[in-house]
DNA sequence: CTACGAGAGATTGCATGCAATTTCAAGCCC
DNA sequence: GGGCTTGAAATTGCATGCAATCTCTCGTAG
């Protein structure tokens, strides 16, 4: 719903607020990066007022953390945090896909295979940067399915975060054919009807990155 | 009958924050009470800064909502959210389960039975207030075993949302003992060590309040 | 050359001014 | 008597003033 467009209706705050948050995600303010209130009051050219409460709204999102006696400091989203959220995302996504296995059509089944052939296909061509946005549209997709608005807000907070460790840590562009993989799993399983099987399939996938996830740090 | 809660040496807007969110689950301030900046400032004796700060988070931790042109006001969660929040609840409360059967020591088993014992005392006596009280207290001693500080300021966060909708509905007394036995089929699973089993044991107790709910919403 | 201290600058947190907008209600016209 | 208009009070959102405090640098003493 909040996507790029309106970003003309809305108050400074709310403006300040998105523009602060993109240039996080977008690594323009890496990790670390003071949040100092007259400093991004003057970087996105508002009073004080709106940017400090930009800079609170980041800081609730876990995107930045308060250091007392110092201000907000863009989060660098280590490879333990990176542990916990994964953690929760799995129980999440596990619900999310059981949720959706329940109030899906067969058009909305149809709608996921489309997203995963167009996936398949960017991965066969090799483009990461595809593969990144089609994934993400396809689990922004499932959520929505779910119909459940604190799931899809709190899955939409996680997947904030680990973008933004995305560029601290590594992007595995040699997992890419296993996304898709999983994925066709969780639409066959979405198409069955059997929430526990969606449910099972969500999870494994979410699983498999956390997996993932610890055996590359027992490395590096 | 100013601030007679906690005073911490925290800022003036953590403290308006934390007046204002007890005066919110004590019913103080009923759903549907709008939260004017001047009537908060006034309430609580602060300035209108503090004030409009207490109430942004209040809003952005599901306690209030924005109505446009209206201001906040006090969430009236009514019965779909409160499956909403059930749904996402048994979820996470199932994977504090799974984490803590892998962390806990023999000594936070004997913990857990402490509690237990107390919980079954007072609900063998139908102490109400102790029975919600040390049910609290379960929960909580559960996720922090658990050891994910993103998992635990979830479910704090969804505990107050059903708090606060505790008085619109009603609470159940008559699920006491109910609690009691799968609190110790949790304790029990926990003890087992199995992740599984421990998880399943979290998911099945909220997964019945879940249902409990969505059969008084058919009656009532 | 190193350790330390003082001062300058910057930042936070709170208070308050101000204009645009909205809500609410009383009064008027039909 | 009822519906509509108008006006006053209140509210939000933003800008800014201000004091206390902290940080960080630079100069100085040992």
């Known amino acids: ?5 309106s970003n003309q209706e ?11 948050r993109a240039a996080i995600l977008e690594h323009e303010l890496a990790p670390g990066t003071r949040l100092s209130v007259p400093n991004v009051a003057e970087r996105l050219g508002v009073s004080r007022s709106p940017a ?28 333990a945090s990176l542990v916990e959220i994964y ?26 295979r489309d ?6 296909a960017a991965v066969e061509a090799g483009d990461v940067e ?14 929505e399915l779910a119909g459940n608005t604190r799931l899809t807000t709190q899955l939409e907070l996680l997947q904030r975060q680990i973008r933004l460790a995305m560029y601290t840590t590594h992007r595995s562009p040699g997992g890419m054919p296993q996304a898709v993989t999983e ?13 526990v099987l969606a449910e ?21």
């Open 87 to 112: 953690e929760v995302r799995e129980a999440l996504e596990g619900l999310a896909c059981r949720l959706a296995s329940r109030r899906m059509s067969p058009q909305d089944v149809d709608g996921l």
């Open 115 to 120: 997203l995963l052939a167009q996936h398949a």
């Open 52 to 79: 400090r409460e930009a800079i609170a709204r980041i800081t609730y999102e876990g995107l930045a953390h308060f250091e007392p006696n110092k201000g907000a400091v863009v989060a660098d989203v280590d490879a």
């Open 130 to 143: 595809t593969h990144y946005k089609l994934d993400m549209r396809f689990h922004a997709r499932i959520r």
């Open 183 to 195: 994925h066709r799993r969780i639409v066959d399983a979405l198409e069955s009807g059997d929430p």
């Open 200 to 220: 099972a399939a969500g999870r494994s996938h979410i699983g498999r990155l956390l997996r993932d996830l610890s055996a590359a740090e027992r490395v590096g």
């Open 1 to 5: 719903m909040t996507t790029e467009t």
């Open 10 to 20: 809305r108050g400074l705050a709310e403006r300040a607020y998105l523009t602060l």
